[in-house]
């Protein structure tokens, strides 16, 4: 392969690349308040909160009132340790495992104390945001589950909606600063102040704990940006949080000017696709449990599609145009054999396609308008998809639209066998997306090879031969970047385009049908 044919082909390889990168440039639509609300599932705390008839024997002597001072008598908690002095509770595994490694480079960890002052700090907030009197709350007011100390995979266990930990637990992570601004981490740095003035500097978080702490939750919440929601004031929660996947939260509403302020893609295409997803998700189906995304996603598909395809309508019918101009391209190549070597052969080799494509009102750079359009659009579209919270909600066919291709594809936890991380799901997606893809890009050169098969060769022309076997190296490493990148797609992203495939099949087909009965027909008149 010449270096002129590897430098295009690395050219195409760049600009998919670049695509990859910037597709990550749409900006988060999460605020502060939509983070702290999806830290809270990652660190409920190690306190279990049980009715005093239920706090189990061996921590009979341990547990406490919660709110005694107000005369509750009923709401006890304790917090389960073992022999060794690890916190048991559920999901106390983040901070048992901070412990662990604090403990192994020598470092000072916080006191058993902290943890139930902490616990405690946030449960007065969270009572006190819900407008609750504490003398009168029992443990189901309270636990974020039907059960205490519990990750909610259990059999039986279902969600407890209206509990206040689980709409109010977030105060842990969220505060207001002195203009009433919401501001993530303020109520923790508060409060770790407070205890080290009531505790003593020793019990409470150093600086390296803290900052630690705060990188493993901000890691935890990080890759989750599915936060573009209209119907944020309707109780309704959105996708996968905690370490078992299985919490929702809820997300503040956005507008069309906070999409605005966080930049020109966001405003023009980003909020408008997923405006038009989240809206259809929910007529299609309110609980969001998965076949309503998918059914949103078809019809955002369409239309999204369907728009580039008006905006660069002439671009397109000239690259079919282009297609159908082979047969004539091929005589008039075949006309100058030498013109890979001969530079006179290859000026009038190149004056007489430019007035091929002249006479039949193709234009060459009129094409380059698809890219401009597509590029930003593919981009913007990937934005949406991976910013929408309701994708991002419950599952289609046990897979959620939000997880990455890859994540799916390599999950064999569990029954795998039995679908039920979605594998099999994804595992379908993926090979449809793959087939439809490699059809649409090659479908126009099968049909155009089909044109050509039945005409006369003339001769052979070394320049066109060359420029053929790029074109269809460029294809062959399109085709595996473009695979290569989707793993890197979420699920939602890779329906996208095995629809958008689909369409693109049936747009050439179309296009083909309707060239080969007007335009074709018109040049052999012409004599073309």
Known sequence: MKKSTKAKILGVMALLTGGVLLSSCTASFCTDLDRANMA???????????????????????????????????????????TNGNFTAKNATLINTLINSFEKEGLITPSYDYFKEMDQLVLE???????????????????????????????????????????????????????????????????????????GAENVPSFDWINTYKGQINNSIATNISCITTKGDTNKNFGHFGPEQNWEVPMETKDWGYAWSKGFLEGLIVY??????????????????????????????????????????????????????????????????????????????????????KRNHVS????????????????????????????????????????????ALLDFSGEWYYNSNGWWTMLIIFILMVALQIVSVLLPQWLNKR????????????????NAKMMKWVNIIMLAFTIFISFSLPSAMAVYWAIGSLMSIAQTLFTQLYLSKHFVKKMQKKGN
């Open 451 to 466: 044109r050509l098969k039945n005409m006369t060769k003339t001769g052979t022309n070394p320049a066109a031969d060359k």
């Open 125 to 199: 907030a969270a009572v006190n945001a819900a407008n609750k009197n504490p003398a009168t709350l029992i443990a189901a007011d309270i636990n974020p589950w039907s059960e205490p100390d519990v990750l909610g995979t259990e059999e039986g266990i279902v969600a407890n909606n209206d509990s206040i930990l689980r709409k109010y637990g977030y105060l842990k992570f969220y505060g207001y600063d002195e203009n009433n601004n919401g501001v993530l981490w303020k109520n923790y740095d508060a409060w770790n102040e407070e205890l080290a003035l009531k505790l």
């Open 364 to 407: 060459m750079w009129s094409m380059i308008l698809v890219l401009i359009v597509q590029f930003p659009v593919f981009i913007a579209v990937w934005g949406a998809l991976q910013g929408s919270a309701a994708l991002a909600t419950g599952e289609f066919l046990n897979l959620s639209l939000s997880t990455k291709v890859s994540t």
């Open 40 to 82: 809270y599932p990652y660190d409920t705390g190690v306190t279990v909160y049980v009715d005093k008839e239920d706090v189990p024997t061996q921590y009979e002597s341990t547990a406490w009132a919660v709110f005694e001072e107000e005369g509750n008598d009923t709401l006890y908690a304790y917090i389960p340790v073992d």
């Open 272 to 357: 408008p696709v997923a405006w038009l997803l989240d809206n259809l998700s929910f007529s299609f189906e309110p609980a969001l449990t998965g076949f309503g995304q998918i059914w949103a996603l078809i019809v955002v598909t369409i239309i999204v599609r369907l728009v580039v395809l008006g905006l660069t309508f002439k671009s397109t019918m000239d690259q079919q145009k282009m297609q159908a101009l082979q047969p004539q391209l091929a005589r008039i190549q075949a006309k100058y054999p030498n013109s890979d070597t001969n530079q006179a052969e290859k000026m009038r080799l190149g004056q007489e396609q430019l007035a091929l494509y």
